[in-house]
C-alpha cells in the first residue's frame, strides 16, 4: 500500500467518525422529540431519510470503489457509535444514588 493509498484510507476513517457522530446526534434528536411529536410516524420517516441519505452518500464519495476506503469508512462510523452510546448512555438509578452519596459526603467535609 503506497502512502497516498494510506493516506486515503486514513481519511475515510475520519469521514466514517464525523458522518457516525452527525448520524448518531441526529438519531438522539430524534429520539427526544418522539413524545412530542404531533406525527411521530413522519418524523421518524423523515429523520430516517435525512440520516441515511447523506451517510450513505458520503461513503459511497469517499469509497471511489475502492473496498478499503469502504471498510474503513464503516469502521469509523462503528466507532463513533461507541463513543456516542457511551456519551448518550442511560443512567441508572444505583449510579444516580452513587453521585449523590459522593456529592452528600463532600458537603459534609
Same mark, same amino acid.
Given at each position: 500500500?503506497?502512502?497516498?493509498?494510506?493516506?486515503?484510507?486514513?481519511?475515510?476513517?475520519?469521514?466514517?467518525?464525523?458522518?457516525?457522530?452527525?448520524?448518531?446526534?441526529?438519531?438522539?434528536?430524534?429520539?427526544?422529540?418522539?413524545?412530542?411529536?404531533?406525527?411521530?410516524?413522519?418524523?421518524?420517516?423523515?429523520?430516517?431519510?435525512?440520516?441515511?441519505?447523506?451517510?450513505?452518500?458520503?461513503?459511497?464519495?469517499?469509497?471511489?470503489?475502492?473496498w478499503q476506503?469502504?471498510?474503513?469508512?464503516?469502521?469509523?462510523?462503528?466507532?463513533?457509535?461507541?463513543?456516542?452510546?457511551?456519551?448518550?448512555?442511560?443512567?441508572?438509578?444505583?449510579? &444516580?444514588?452513587? &453521585?449523590?452519596?459522593?456529592?452528600? &459526603?463532600?458537603? &459534609?467535609?
Amino acid at each position: 500500500m503506497t502512502t497516498t493509498e494510506l493516506a486515503w484510507v486514513a481519511l475515510s476513517l475520519v469521514v466514517g467518525l464525523a458522518v457516525g457522530v452527525a448520524y448518531f446526534r441526529a438519531l438522539w434528536w430524534t429520539i427526544e422529540r418522539l413524545p412530542r411529536a404531533r406525527r411521530p410516524a413522519l418524523l421518524l420517516l423523515g429523520s430516517s431519510l435525512a440520516r441515511i441519505a447523506p451517510a450513505v452518500a458520503a461513503f459511497w464519495l469517499i469509497s471511489g470503489g475502492q473496498w478499503q476506503r469502504l471498510v474503513a469508512c464503516v469502521l469509523g462510523f462503528v466507532v463513533a457509535r461507541v463513543i456516542m452510546v457511551h456519551v448518550y448512555r442511560p443512567r441508572t438509578a444505583t449510579a &444516580d444514588a452513587a &453521585d449523590e452519596e459522593v456529592v452528600a &459526603d463532600g458537603a &459534609d467535609a
